[in-house]
């Protein structure tokens, strides 16, 4: 399984999942991504298009904050 390291948040390729595109019915994948949450260390799942650039989400739902910077996290 593929795995990539965006600014120290590390994210699992988990597997990619059917999707079809409203605006124009055109049939692709989607890429299923785990990581870590950078606010309380929760595991979160989501999705992303294959191929262009990988922005992925650095917080679960529960702490989403977008065009926030994300702190470290201190560890116990």
């Not at 262009?52 to 917080?59: D, K, L, S, Y």
């Not at 702490?63 to 560890?75: D, E, I, L, N």
Request: proline content about 5%; some cysteine; charged content about 30%.
């Amino acid at each position: 399984m593929e795995q990539k390291i965006y600014r120290g948040q590390t994210y699992q390729r988990v597997g990619e999942e059917p999707y079809r595109r409203k605006r124009d019915g055109v049939t692709t994948t989607l890429a299923v991504w785990l990581s870590e949450c950078a606010e309380c260390g929760r595991t979160f799942q989501f999705k992303t298009p294959n191929g262009g650039t990988f922005a992925p989400n650095r917080r679960c739902a529960q702490h989403q904050h977008p065009g926030a910077k994300v702190r470290s996290r201190r560890r116990k």
